[in-house]
């Protein structure tokens, strides 16, 4: 079984062109031109071909190549994804390729709920997703996805009693630990209020002008 990589054993490995977002790594790629885009991902796909370890890869118009690698056994970091990840940051300085780590983002849908297996199987269908396996063997099931990798996944918050005159959804928007007290600042900027920063680093909730809530979070204070 291949061993878990916390975050913060991550942040001192010096592995600069990634960033460690909800339990994955993360990388972004630029190219001069959107051929050359693919032309590297292929040989992204080469090089984790010969590792054994595949990780999701998106080429994006003009020339963008986002690169995210887990370890699905463990559905967190492992050695696996390290390797994987000195190699493509190789790959990346020999073909001159400009890495814009700070353009990491995971977004989750989260939906409050007191009776979990009562609601999920709704969104399951209405979404055609997946259910995610527990943590815990024999847990409650918490979390749904996209089999096919493109929507966002959703997690259910158990709830002890319902929250009167509060929205039950909201976004978390998972991102990399140096982006995200900026993020913090041009969102309130731009109308929003601080709800609670009790949490923090883990995260911030935030809200909107009528209420509507999000939260900001990263990996740190979590371990």
Not at 22 to 44: C, D, H, N
Not at 112 to 137: H, N, Q, S, T
Request: with cysteine; hydrophobic share 45%; aromatic share 8%.
């Amino acid at each position: 079984m291949p061993t878990r990589v916390p975050a913060p054993e991550f942040a001192t490995l010096g592995l600069d062109d990634w960033r460690y977002v909800a339990g994955t790594l993360e990388a972004t790629f630029r190219l001069t031109s959107y051929a050359e885009a693919g032309a590297f991902a292929s040989r992204v796909a080469a090089a984790a071909d010969k590792l054994g370890h595949h990780p999701a890869i998106n080429v994006r118009y003009p020339g963008v190549v986002h690169v995210v690698t887990t370890t699905h056994e463990i559905h967190a970091v492992s050695e696996r994804d390290l390797a994987l990840a000195r190699k493509l940051s190789e790959l990346a300085i020999g073909a001159s390729v400009v890495s814009d780590p700070r353009a990491s983002l995971v977004v989750e849908l989260a939906i409050d709920a007191l009776d979990i297996d009562a609601v999920r199987p709704f969104w399951k269908a209405l979404l055609a997703y997946e259910d995610e396996p527990p943590w815990v063997e024999g847990d409650t099931i918490r979390a749904i996805s996209d089999p096919r990798g493109v929507g966002p996944a959703v997690w259910f918050q158990q709830m002890d009693e319902p929250r009167e005159q509060r929205n039950r959804i909201h976004f978390d928007v998972l991102m990399p630990h140096d982006v995200a007290e900026q993020r913090l600042a041009d969102a309130l900027a731009a109308g929003g209020h601080l709800v609670s920063d009790t949490r923090a680093k883990a995260f911030w909730i935030l809200a909107d002008a009528e209420g509507n809530e999000a939260c900001i979070c990263t990996w740190q204070d979590r371990e």
